[in-house]
């Protein structure tokens, strides 16, 4: 099936230090959402975005919905270890009635103390 | 625990054998959702319920799955002779009309090994 594009695919960080990462998509997404997943769990939400240009923020993290509404952006801020794990977005098109999410391959993020 | 939850957590069946597994959504959710993830991969959408309908089907979802909500609340998923290629997570998730929209609350998943 259709998978967004996520960059990048993985990355090494120094525990401090700030992350970003992004999503893009040939289609057009009326919804973002970015998740995080552990090992062997299910995918948290960590935040959700409906407008373009919208920017919001949940503690350290801050996302933003592309003007384009073809990608979406990932801040975090000043990782600590518990940030390690795989941040997955999301895009949903409701413009036909669904519901499906369509995800990305997920970037993995390692946080070095 | 108010979240998601699924059962069984793991599942190692042979080839051909027949499972079933089980999702109760967070209280009052009224639209549920299955998805399936493969390793390195993102979940991929199966089908969507709302309430004991089911709305949407992916290609994704052969004719050897099936699911069902009977009674709008929690809801089953079997795989029928069951194939290698089957081997993954199978994740539930659900959400309200009420939140905000494509706003999907996952469960822990049933991990799914076929010999």
């Known amino acids: 099936g259709q998978q967004l594009n996520q960059n990048p695919q993985s990355m090494f960080i120094q525990e401090g230090e700030d992350v970003s990462m992004n999503c893009t998509s040939s289609?057009?997404?009326?919804?973002w959402l970015w998740y995080k997943q552990d090992p062997g769990e299910g995918p948290v939400l960590l935040i959700a975005?409906?407008?373009?240009?919208e920017l919001t923020s949940n503690g350290r993290l801050t996302a933003q919905f592309g003007i384009t509404r073809k990608d979406s952006f990932l801040n975090i801020s000043a990782s600590i270890p518990s940030d390690v794990g795989i941040y997955f977005c999301?895009?949903?098109?409701?413009?036909?009635?669904?519901?499906?999410?369509?995800f990305g391959k997920g970037t993995k993020l390692s946080v070095i103390p | 625990d108010t979240g998601v939850s699924q059962d069984p957590r793991h599942k190692i069946t042979k080839r051909g054998q027949n499972v079933t597994f089980r999702c109760d959504p967070i209280?009052?959710?009224?639209?549920l959702y299955w998805y399936r993830q493969t390793l390195g991969q993102g979940p991929e959408f199966l089908t969507y319920?709302?309430?004991?309908?089911?709305?949407?089907k992916s290609r994704l979802l052969s004719d050897r799955f099936s699911a069902e909500r009977p009674k709008g609340s929690f809801s089953t998923l079997e795989i029928q002779r069951t194939e290698q290629g089957d081997s993954a997570m199978y994740l539930c998730?659900?959400?309200?009309?009420?939140?905000?929209?494509?706003?999907?609350?996952f469960g822990p998943g049933t991990r799914l090994t076929v010999l």
């Open positions: 998730a659900s959400s309200s009309t009420s939140g905000g929209p494509g706003e999907q609350f």
């Open positions: 289609s057009i997404f009326n919804t």
């Open positions: 975005l409906y407008k373009a240009g």
């Open positions: 999301a895009g949903r098109n409701s413009g036909a009635g669904s519901y499906q999410l369509t």
């Open positions: 209280s009052e959710h009224n639209r």
């Open positions: 319920f709302q309430n004991e309908a089911q709305l949407e």
